[in-house]
């Protein structure tokens, strides 16, 4: 790629930052929009869980992409807090899924052997053994999943530093910039149009999940993306209560670093309201509390909710829009975006940058993947019609 | 009371802040101290109900006392907006206290007819009755109490207006002034030491309940008042849901102004602790959406805890300390103080301008109130002593 | 119009929610969509300045709807504290204009004159004149022009108050609901499209001054509006220091309720970044401390911007889109929307409910105002065209 | 020190979370009392810079002190990471004394010989060199002294981390938790008394340097420490605009991670007020933008003030006062408490735990260092005096 040329990235949350900080690295000349400001939606509203294994339970394409992913963290987190200073809270301290009653023991087990013949660690906990692990756990409990590698990060810290960082490298951040339109050429797209004038490009991403349909109504493409509201609290305590993450049913309980910890999530499909509301706290403060009662002695912080963007099949939409030439979609990571951000952001660069060969160098698989994620796939379309 | 002494008000909390604006009404030059900022405790955290008939289930001079309190709302909150703009959100729409079991509704009703007999209105209510006046209230419910004399104020901006209005009239307001101890002269307390210096004066008034021990335990004199930590939430609602203040078994919803709902308040004695614990937030949360269903759709807004000063018989100490001459006690409202703030404002800046005489004028009846608030009566002490 | 039609208002700045509270006291259905958050651009940040005089300098249309906008202010804050028990914080303590040097003071003793000869309040006063009614402004003012009638709102507040009103009186208030077109059948506005679903209706007022152009160019209709950032902080003093608004030069201080002082606002034209900046601020701050010298003692309490919309000619668009029939234009109320919301309000719900009589019926003059104000005069095209 | 024995530290600002982290991992069963929360007070609001030569000019005991334990932060930085997951975010970019008279640049290079004389790194850089290390400072410039071992850590992160760390090594940490007095018997003090009881201790270190003579002066020790507020401000900038930290004549602009800038600080004596005043922000502003001037351009963030506890000789107190067995003092650290906060913690726990000699294992050098802190030493007690 020519140095004089730029790609224009639409939409600041974890997966436009990542793929402008690949571009960035790779040398590639980027400027940033983002409406409102950086990780101002769900990127900054995630608990930051990367459940490579905890949020995937069956072989595909989305169980790989999802631990690539999570393998390129580590040399990420040390990366942006060289450039950056900024530290994004990696941990990898493991996640124990617990069970209230034997029908849940019985799924958590049937889960684990799955892991453990796709070669990953999971082990079954007795009561017992889940109460040494963890003592703050509900002595109820049936036993539990152990998943010693899953891992979370800081969700708003890895957007910023992302942001940071391509800006160090030379990227152009824009907040407060509105992509009203794109540009385009004998069907080509060739930038965008902005509230404060033009911006032409070589290449154009869309990252801006729930935002999409509007600039891609004038073009005639539908790319399906539907929110999923999730709630979510954060507590805080002197003395540790937990080491790894819990969780059970729906909710998550994920300590922090400094005492804090993050209780989610919520989802109610079908509204782009970003309230969180009274009852949905309270059945999720319950459930926390009897997880961990003595999580009752906790200081409360606050609560929020984030959108996470759906799609039909569950799958993102990762490449090149068929009907819209020089249109990278890079949208609709549901309540995996953090998690899935570091593939997707080497995905996207190299591809943008060096094509299906450098893809495949940066990203082994990558050319499955590519195809699984393709935005015209029928699967998508298909659960449309229906 | 000549122009060139002042008196010095120790304590920013609602009580303080009436008595220095009572005080400056009457051309006293007062400055008020306080050590942190104005109403940053238990007033600035209170929801303001002014529960001259909900709080008080028996006659004396609480009654009276609370009674007379709320009797002065209206004129004081004229003033206040005409001296300073601030609107201190008095209303007066009444309140339900709800009924869920038999037993509740019969107390209740005794409750109700020992306000008719005192003169006051109160009016049981059927179940059809209640959620005629409420349609949000819970359909299960046995009937309620209807008070609807019971009224509501912003107690932040009560606090706020009554320091801005004291500072109008030539008060002097001082936040982060530490009061470190008593200045004395032949067993008569002339001024107080802080950590920038000295400040005398003809009379002190000690009106910071909860840290009154540090201050007069170097002169050997006890009070005792105990906090009781009371936690709250804050709720808002686009469409109005509820017209009255609905009470039931400790548990308070509160109608503010613009769609905003403040919902209290636990009673957690003997902490000093003010953090707002994940366990009281969801009983409390549970109470209030069993109480009105609809409240599971309101948005979170916030919680928050704050001390109330307790007092072993219940009642504030009002009046000079005995064995300080020179130093008079206004605190131990426990949780009314908001309510009580302007009838303990008036009886102690009359009585400080003017002596008993005065007091009587501004406030009939006040030489009994003094007598039963006296610091050094018997029941306090008695209730110590077991 | 029928009991059984709806309008459709989008925009929750104070424009749209003025338009739609008087909607509903008409009996209207409506529906209030507004992207994010009620009063959550401008008309959160303004300093609430009700400018009638300040802001004009010459008759014409602009002049007798500034003033007759202003006079609808004090039944309109009566209303909404009784159906809302919000307090808008009106005050009427009139303004300063101050001059530093002889040639401002020639212009504004012209501009003093202008205001006399129309029949308004206007007084020159000389420095000593100056010192006498406000002390706290500097000894090296050449004088000032004092407008006595000049007040100001609490901004929010104002926004706040017509929401819950108009909510209470049965409209629709909905956040977080992005327009993302308009629906149109033969040529004729007949809903809008939400990204939640389509919303039809017998009408539709378009009043977010700065997304107008998305909304309206997939119609081939151009209402040139630009964004003027204006940056503000805010002080708190305890003892008055202002009783008066003070102006000169770009610099407003607005003594707001309880010691709080709003210190406005820059003017940057053509961004439409939402930042404070360091710059600005540090010379908005210097402006106001030679003006105020006391001021370099007050609090520091917070910055922010907002932007304000702009038009050619720098009068607001008011009246259906010839090209559209069945949308109403009000927006591009530059830095008088508050002071204008009333009149605009009056004047859009009259024409929408009963036609030009209704409006000359509740503003006199209406027909001439809404000739001015018409989106397709020529004056604001013929700007554009330069 | 026998495992069943306390120590209680009084202050939980960055000395007193040093010394109860020092003494956890000495295996010391530690009571931490915090009178509000942990770094509330001048911990939480510095800007966190190691000035280990930029704040000392000449040899003594006061330098040695601040290189040795500006040497032990890289050890700590990761040992806090490791045991409680937070980053103090310790970064050694140098720092630039900037000289914008001939005046000053002698003065600067005076120093730079100084500290090259003592085998610290200085370098006096010319206009030219100047711009070409930091391209955003003023060309006016004359010059400036790089100090390339300069750091910084987040003020605020530091204390929790350090606070968090001792919890986690058994600490006990309570908030909100006054001390009213110290519990003394036979001349010897022997726990704190607290206003929710007594808690007795082998030990007790006194580390609240601005509230210790409330709690030193029923023993009649005297130990003078005066407060000097300093305000500061941040900023918040998109492209990188610093790499090190600029200081001129009071100010410094030190750039954090992720984008954000921190400038400070004001020196004003004498008062305990803490609220940052727009007099001082504005000159504050002004000498940050003729520094750097498109620091113009940067996003204001917000304002704060704290206070700084100076002594008379500016040198803090540490070790056993002398006329109260067992009271150790460990205060008035002035503006250099974060970069003395670790040497202070190893120094006092090693003494408590081990004595001198366990002192001067851990800190060679640590017997003069005593002598030098000495709470009775002359010269603070003559610097009072006069």
Chains 1, 2, 3, 4 share one sequence.
Request: net charge neutral.
């Amino acid at each position: 790629m020519n140095r004089d040329t730029d790609i224009v990235v639409i939409g600041g949350g974890v997966i436009g930052c990542s793929i402008a900080y690949q571009l960035a690295k790779r040398g590639v000349r980027v400027t940033l929009l983002e409406k409102d400001r950086i990780a101002g939606q769900a990127s900054g509203a995630a608990a930051g869980m990367l459940g490579a294994q905890s949020e995937m339970h069956e072989a595909g394409p989305m169980f790989d992409f999802a631990r690539r992913s999570r393998d390129l963290f580590p040399d990420l987190a040390e990366e942006l807090k060289e450039l950056t200073g900024l530290d994004i809270g990696l941990t990898h301290r493991g996640m124990l899924k617990a069970a209230w009653t034997d029908a849940e023991a019985a799924a958590l087990r049937a889960d684990g052997r799955f892991h453990q013949e796709a070669g990953g660690r999971a082990e079954w906990l007795s009561p017992c053994e889940t109460g040494w692990l963890e003592p703050g756990l509900s002595k109820e409990l049936r036993g539990a999943l152990h998943l010693p590698d899953e891992g979370h990060v800081l969700a708003p810290e890895l957007s910023a530093a992302l942001a940071a960082g391509a800006a160090r490298l030379g990227a152009r951040i824009m907040e407060h910039a509105d992509v009203t339109g794109l540009l385009t050429e004998s069907g080509r797209v060739i930038g965008v149009q902005t509230r404060e004038g033009k911006i032409r490009s070589a290449g154009t991403v869309l990252a801006s999940s729930l935002w999409s349909a509007q600039i891609l109504a004038p073009l005639g493409v539908e790319l399906p993306v539907y929110p999923v509201k999730g709630e979510c609290f954060s507590l805080t305590v002197r003395q540790p209560l937990l080491a790894r993450t819990i969780a059970s049913d729906g909710c998550y309980i994920v300590p922090k670093p400094g005492g804090r910890i993050i209780v989610g999530a919520t989802a109610q499909p079908g509204s782009f309201d970003r309230s969180p509301r009274l009852g949905s706290l309270l059945s999720l403060a319950a459930q926390a509390q009897r997880l961990v009662p003595a999580l009752a002695e906790a200081e409360w912080e606050r609560a929020w909710a984030g959108l996470r963007p759906q799609t039909p099949d569950g799958m993102p939409y990762i490449g090149e829009i068929t009907a819209c030439k020089g249109l990278f979609a890079a949208l609709g990571h549901y309540r995996n975006g953090i998690l899935l951000s570091q593939a997707t952001g080497v995905l996207a660069a190299s591809v943008l940058t060096g094509g299906a060969a450098a893809a495949e160098a940066a990203l082994p698989g990558a050319g499955e993947l590519l195809e699984a994620f393709r935005p015209d796939r029928k699967a998508a379309a298909a659960a449309v019609r229906q």
